[in-house]
Each structure stands twice: as C-alpha cells, then as structure tokens.
C-alpha cells in the first residue's frame, strides 16, 4: 500500500496508550496521526513520557470529534471504562473505524455489563456491532470489521489456555479453577494505595476476589465455545514486578491424557497462529520471556493421581493484553499480516 493508515489514540498518557505509540511508531502502514488525551491537550506527550523525546514530540490534542473525523481513518480508544461508552459511539457515527481497549463493549449483556463494572452500559446498537477481538479465536470476524472491542488481559491469558482443551474435549469445564497474577502495571498510571511502592514491594495479594470484572467476559467466551453455560472460580492476585501476568488453570481431566497429549493438541489448534508459543514436556512459561512483547506462552503438567491437568499460560499484560493484541485486530481488520509491526523479540533479562 502507498497510503498510511491515519490512526489516532485517545487515552494516550495511560499504559496501555503509550505502548500503543511504541509499536505503531514501527508499523510500516500505519501514521499517528493525533495523541489525544484531554487532560493535558496542549502539551508535549514528551513531558509525561521523557523516554519519547526527540523521537515522539507531538503535543497531545483535545477531543475533537469534527478534526478526527476528517484527519483520521481509525481511532484507538485506551480510556478507563465507563468513558468509552460515551466517546465510541460518537465516533461510530462519524464514520471512523474503532478499536477499543476498555472493558466497556466486551459484555453482549448490557444489564451484566453494569452489575460488574458499576457503569451504565452503552445502548445495544453499539454493543451489537462490536466484534469480540480475541485474536487466535475469533479472528476471522475481524477482517473487515469496523468496530473492535479488544480482550481484557487476564481473559487474553486464560482464555487461550483453556479453549483448546474444552474444544478437543480433554477437560471437564465444570470445576475449572483459574489463579492469575499480574504486575501492578495493570491497575493503570494512576497513584493508589494499591500501587504504592510501600504497599506492594515485597508483597503479594489477593484482590477482587470472586468479584473481578473480568469473570463474566471469561465466562461468555467459555460458554460460546463449550456450547453451554461455562462458570469458573476465578482469583487474581497482585505481584511486585512492572508488567505480566501468569494464568495458573486447574481443571478436572475428561479421560486419561498425558502431558504430551495436550502438547499435541494445542500445537494443532495453534497451527499458524504465531503468537502462541506451546512449550515441551516438563518445561514451563515465565513471565520474563515474554516481557515487552505480544507472545502468549502455555505448558501443562497433567496429574494421574488427581485426575486433573494444570495449565500455565504468560503474556505481558500491556502488549498482548492490551497494545499489542489491539494492533494483531488491526492488522486483521485490514487484512495484513496479522504480525506486522509486531514482530519482536521478547525483552531478556
């Protein structure tokens, strides 16, 4: 193609939009086009992230509907939930292309939507149109789509651990168990207590507990894969480390299996998806070697004395659960190859 891509990022002094910026600053079809963030319209993006300087010095735009609507192709919406209710629809109807990185339209359940996120719900003629952009999944509706709502991150992990072996029959869906841990990044910029370096170093919690948001979006892709209603106990956990997140998933086998045969099975199902890598008998993913990039590793140990298989899966959650799976929906949405401007070697040590 001769003509860039015009993208805008609303949202772009969050994590999840300045590592937006990273990666489409590489994207060979792709130009920024405009980093908005209405807060501090007016200022370098530099001042807030000095690591961008002399590279991306564009000072950020206010919200401007009619400007994008006429400089912009695809606007990027990296906003907290319960704002992106408001501004997507406004963009919809200017005609741009969304791709939204809030929690706020990957509920199909508005009144569901609002009991866990405490929200009120977008109107269902935009819920409808949002494709749910689980990439290695549902990829093929993207191609061509106009709105993308993009996965929460500890769905991202958990979900493409446990798909797999509900799809091949392995595991009995009922008696899933799921302990996820992430790196504080995943709360987002904004001081907290909870972020607090007092609070977290040397430190490890529990938060949330049976009442994360994210339960019911693993919940209705579970459930639309099984073919049936899919309920699972769900626990996260905050770790003192920057970035990642680990899915630790238990559940009951459905016959006798072996490491290795759930080996097999996810390297078919995986077959040609880049970004999922499955790792050998008795080898097991960390964090770190995914860190920085959009891969998503998975191991497993099945237990003959218990009668059930453990699954570990890894992704750094500002990438592939957030920026980086974003982008992989671009790149499907136009009909690219789904790992251009992606293609990076994770960061080690």
């Not at 741009?96 to 509920?107: A, E, N």
Request: charged residues 20%; proline residues 4%.
């Amino acid at each position: 193609m001769t003509q860039k891509l015009k993208v805008a990022i609303v949202g772009s002094t969050g994590y999840g939009g300045v590592e937006l910026i990273r990666f489409l600053y590489q994207h060979p079809h792709v130009e920024i086009t405009s980093v908005i963030s209405s807060s501090t319209s007016g200022v370098s993006i530099a001042e807030g992230f000095p690591h961008l300087t002399g590279i991306v010095d564009q000072k950020l735009d206010g919200f401007d509907i009619v400007k994008m609507a006429e400089e912009v192709d695809l606007v990027f919406t990296a906003t907290p939930s319960g704002v992106s209710t408001k501004l997507v629809p406004r963009l919809i109807d200017a005609g741009l292309k969304v791709i939204d990185l809030s929690g706020d339209f990957r509920l199909t359940d508005g009144a569901e939507y609002e009991a866990w996120y405490k929200h009120s719900p977008a109107e269902d003629i935009y819920l409808d149109q949002a494709v749910y952009g689980l990439s290695e999944i549902y990829g093929e509706n993207a191609a061509g789509a106009s709105f993308i709502s993009n996965p929460g991150c500890y769905p991202t992990a958990t979900l493409l651990g446990l798909i797999p072996a509900i799809k091949a029959g392995l595991i009995d869906h009922r008696g899933i168990i799921i302990d996820a841990k992430s790196g504080v990044s995943g709360a987002g910029r904004g001081t907290s207590l909870s972020s607090h370096y007092a609070e977290m170093n040397e430190n490890f919690k529990a938060y949330k507990v049976n009442k994360h948001q994210h339960i019911p979006e693993i919940e209705q892709v579970l459930s639309d894969q099984a073919g049936e209603p899919v309920t699972v106990t769900f626990t996260t956990h905050l770790v003192p480390m920057t970035r990642g997140i680990m899915s630790t998933m238990y559940a009951p086998l459905k016959g006798e299996y072996t490491d290795q045969d759930f080996i097999d099975v996810y390297k078919q199902y995986y077959e040609n998806r880049s970004f999922v890598r499955i790792r050998e008998k008795g080898i097991w993913p960390a964090t770190k070697e995914v860190f920085a990039s959009n891969y998503c590793d998975i191991g497993f140990a099945v237990d003959e004395r218990t009668g059930r298989v453990t699954i570990i899966s890894v992704i750094d959650n500002i990438v592939k659960g957030a920026a980086g799976q974003a982008i992989q929906n671009l790149n499907l949405m136009m009909g690219w190859d789904e790992q251009t401007g992606l293609n990076f070697l994770p960061v080690y040590p």
